[in-house]
């Protein structure tokens, strides 16, 4: 079946400007998390959504991130005022639950801000 | 917090050849999982071995296996018989076990670029 799919594959944007990042988790998957790779702080978690539970945000970096997942499905990761510091690869991952051991990642987002 | 620490940034392997790639972690939970993951060039992550901390016997995935001190806190890989399609990065990971704490994220090493020399 179809895996974890994101968009776009890659993004450049210019500081100061609003970007969206987009996962396509794999269906029944109820559990989605986003993780940011970046050169200097390796992977990092950012934010967790299980079903209909509040998500937890407590990996967010500033408030100028922010997530949503609509329909329990799709998530979107917005940044909002770009800064250079936020230029990494942005993974998308699902489990069939939050207990389940295995979390399938999708092939990640490369964002450069100029 | 939880802290996982890969010390070798990057390995080299000849193909056919056993390498040994290392980890070590910090919690003080007693519940928990340990993974190695693997990203090639596509960055894909992919699920190698899985450990989970209560169970005394290593875990094995046919060329790859693991050797999980606990009281040492040490979860290393081995791949035996190295192919050419190992290279890639690879990523140690911690996962809490207790349910009730809600937080099922992945803690991360920084990661061991492996290169196999044919």
């Known amino acids: 079946g179809a895996g974890v799919s994101q968009s776009p594959s890659n993004k450049v944007t210019e500081k100061g400007k609003d970007v969206e990042l987009r996962c396509d988790p794999i269906?029944?998957?109820?559990?989605l998390y986003w993780y940011r790779q970046s050169l200097g702080q390796g992977l990092e978690f950012l934010i967790y959504f299980q079903g209909n539970s509040a998500p937890d945000k407590s990996g967010l970096p500033s408030d100028r991130f922010s997530a949503e997942r609509t329909g329990g499905s799709v998530s979107t990761l917005t940044i909002q005022r770009t800064q250079q510091e936020d230029s990494a690869v942005y993974l998308c991952a699902s489990s069939p639950r939050g207990s389940s051991y295995e979390q399938y990642f999708g092939p990640g987002t490369r964002l450069t801000v100029t | 917090a939880q802290t996982v620490t890969q010390s070798q940034p990057e390995m080299s392997v000849q193909e056919a050849e056993t390498v040994t790639l290392s980890c070590t972690y910090d919690t003080s939970e007693s519940d928990y999982y340990l993974f190695w993951y693997k990203q090639p060039p596509s960055r894909q992550m992919i699920l190698v071995i899985r450990q989970e901390a209560y169970k005394q016997q290593n875990a094995t995935e046919n060329r790859f296996s693991v050797n999980f001190q606990k009281a040492a806190k040490s979860f290393s890989l081995k791949i035996s018989d190295s192919q050419l399609g190992d290279a890639a990065m690879y990523f140690c990971a911690y996962r809490s076990g207790d349910t009730l704490a809600g937080s099922y994220q992945l803690t991360f090493g920084k990661g061991t670029k492996l290169s196999v020399i044919p």
């Open positions: 269906s029944g998957h109820t559990a």
